[in-house]
């Protein structure tokens, strides 16, 4: 990120090509059109370049760019007033973050999409922000506007939510933490 507010516009294409497919995964969990989705991304990187020379580098840059991505999906939520529309098309949305993973595996990420849509809106996004994006706790607090605390609370809370849906032999964070390094993986 130095090197872009430097000027460097190869800077700008490597921190596009590392981040611009973990934030089309983050928004396609809800968008379900692929081209909604692909317009918040590009709208995050707008944002980041119009906002560069605000960047703090002693900061990390992935979370920074994460709460753009996900203040332009709050955003789009509040313009349409109203949650996205179940498609049929939204278990589909599953299948290419599992792709090499197996049938098996297919089936329990869609039991998991039908029990995250359930949960309330913030203790969805903590899980999926750290559990599928791999943020760190106080990168994760740094992207919702909240305390550590209040993350890993909410991250508890929903945990239990989905164990109890799931049933305890589910392949979630433990509850101790919830670090998704140390857990395993549906």
Do not use: C
Request: glycine share 4%; net charge positive; charged share 30%.
């Amino acid at each position: 990120m130095a090197a872009y507010t430097a000027g460097d516009s190869a800077a700008f294409r490597a921190i596009f090509e590392r981040y611009a497919p973990l934030l089309l995964r983050a928004m396609r969990r809800e968008l379900y059109v692929r081209e909604e989705a692909n317009d918040l991304v590009q709208q995050t990187f707008l944002q980041l370049h119009r906002a560069r020379a605000d960047f703090d580098s002693s900061q990390k840059l992935k979370p920074w760019i994460f709460t753009i991505a996900m203040n332009l999906k709050r955003e789009y939520f509040r313009r349409k007033k109203r949650r996205p529309e179940r498609s049929l098309d939204a278990e589909s949305a599953v299948e290419p973050i599992v792709g090499a993973l197996g049938a098996a595996h297919v089936d329990a990420r869609r039991t998991l999409a039908r029990v995250l849509v359930d949960l309330p809106a913030d203790q969805r996004e903590v899980i999926e922000l750290h559990w599928f994006d791999g943020l760190e706790f106080p990168e994760v607090a740094q992207v919702v506007g909240a305390s550590v605390s209040a993350v890993k609370v909410r991250a508890h809370r929903g945990y239990v939510r989905l164990r109890a849906v799931l049933g305890d032999d589910a392949a979630l964070p433990p509850l101790s933490d919830g670090n998704p390094k140390r857990a395993g993986s549906i």
